[in-house]
C-alpha cells in the first residue's frame, strides 16, 4: 500500500510539473513570507502540544469528513489551542490537495505541515510555495541517501523536515542525520494496523533537544494523556477532531495535558 500511495503521489507531481514549473515555484516562494519556526513553536513545555491535522479521508476507513472549507476548520483549531496545523495534500486516498494547503494559510498563523508523500524536490518546493513550514519525510518510504537529500533540501528553503519513523531502525536513521523534529507512527504504513503502545517502546532512544511527535491511534483524551505521560512533546491528531466537534475535542485534549 505504501509503494501504490508514493507511486500515485510522485506521479500526481510529475503532471503539475508540466503545467507548474520549478521556476514558477520559486517565484511564489520568493513572495512568501519566511517559514515559520516550528521548532521553537513546538519547543517543550509544562502542556502537550497539539499538531490539528485537516483529514477528509483515509486509505484504512474511507471517507471521514467532508470539509468544504478548510480555512474555517484550521481557524477553529488554532481558537482552541491547535499549535500547529497538519494538511494532507494527498489527493486519491486522503481527498487533499495544495489549494487546501495555500486556503489554510491564508487563514491561520501558526506553522502548516504539507503531509503527504514527497519522494523529490518538486514536492518540497511546492510545500513552500503554498505556505508550509514543515514538510513530512516518511523514512519507510525512502532510502538514506534520499531522505538525507530530502532532509536538507528542506532546511535550506527555511522550513523544518519533520521525519516520520514506524520502528527502532526507521527512528536510528532519523537520529543518526541529525532529525530534531521526529514523530513515532503507531500506523504501520503496509499494513495499516496500529501499535499503541510503539511511541512508549521507543522513545527513549530520542535524545533531548529532539522533539518528540506521537502519530495515530487518538481516540480520546485518555489516549493523549498517554502519550504525554510516555514522553511526547507533540501529538498529532486527525480523524478523532474532524468526526466531531473539533473545538470542543480539542479543548479535552489540551486540558490537563
Known sequence: MLDGLYEGAVSDAKSRSERVSVAQLEALIARQPLALDALAAFAPRSTVHILAEIKRASPSRGVLAEIPEPSELAATYEKFGATGISV????????????????????????????????????????????????????????????????????????????????????????????????????????????????????????????????????DSSDVAHYRESGADVVLVGEALVVGDAGATLKSFLRNN
Open 88 to 219: 494532507l495534500t494527498e489527493g486519491r486516498k486522503f481527498l487533499g490537495s495544495l489549494e487546501d494547503l495555500r486556503s489554510v494559510r491564508s487563514s491561520v498563523s501558526v506553522p502548516l505541515l504539507r503531509k503527504d508523500f514527497i519522494a523529490n524536490e518538486y514536492q518540497i518546493l511546492e510545500a513552500r510555495a503554498y505556505g508550509a513550514d514543515l514538510a513530512l519525510l516518511i523514512a519507510a518510504g525512502l532510502d538514506q541517501p534520499t531522505l538525507i537529500r530530502l532532509k536538507n533540501f528542506t532546511e535550506q528553503l527555511g522550513m523544518t523536515a519533520f521525519v516520520e519513523t514506524h520502528n527502532r531502525i526507521e527512528l536510528e536513521r532519523a537520529l543518526e542525520i541529525g532529525s530534531r523534529f521526529v514523530g513515532i507512527n503507531a500506523r504501520d504504513l503496509s499494513t495499516f494496523e496500529t501499535n499503541r503502545h510503539l511511541f512508549g517502546e521507543l522513545v527513549h532512544l530520542i535524545p533531548d533537544g529532539v522533539i518528540k511527535v506521537a502519530e495515530s491511534a487518538v481516540r
